[in-house]
């Protein structure tokens, strides 16, 4: 059992870090090579239940969360807990691919619609 939730968490791990890079992708394409794009970076950093993924502008603010178990993306409710409600799973194909698709910098794909 623990193998299969280590693999999981591995799994977990790469899809937020290619989210992460998705959304600074996103913010490269929309402001292109000015020097604020030097200083704007998305950073990923592990908490006991949740990923985390930092917007960095110089100020630090939370981007969103991600369940380390389930692949749960929640919008941030706060700086420190996630949003009620999931919104998108980065362990189902499906949902992976439309977060991938959807995701920006700034956050809308967040929003429940």
């Not at 939730?5 to 992708?25: C, E, G, K, N, S």
């Not at 919104?87 to 929003?111: H, I, Q």
Request: some cysteine; charged content about 25%; glycine content about 6%.
């Amino acid at each position: 059992m623990s193998t299969v939730t280590l693999i999981q968490t591995t799994q977990v791990h790469d899809y937020v870090l290619q989210l992460a890079d998705r959304l600074q992708l996103n913010y490269n394409s929309r402001y292109g090579d000015s020097s604020a794009v030097n200083d704007t970076h998305f950073e990923v950093d592990s908490g006991r239940k949740y990923y985390r993924i930092w917007l960095i502008d110089p100020q630090k603010s939370i981007h969103a969360f991600i369940n380390k178990e389930t692949g749960d993306v929640f919008k941030p409710a706060g700086y420190n807990k996630p949003a009620k409600h999931v919104r998108y799973n980065l362990l189902d194909k499906s949902s992976r691919e439309e977060c991938l698709l959807r995701a920006d910098w700034a956050g809308g794909y967040l929003y429940l619609r």
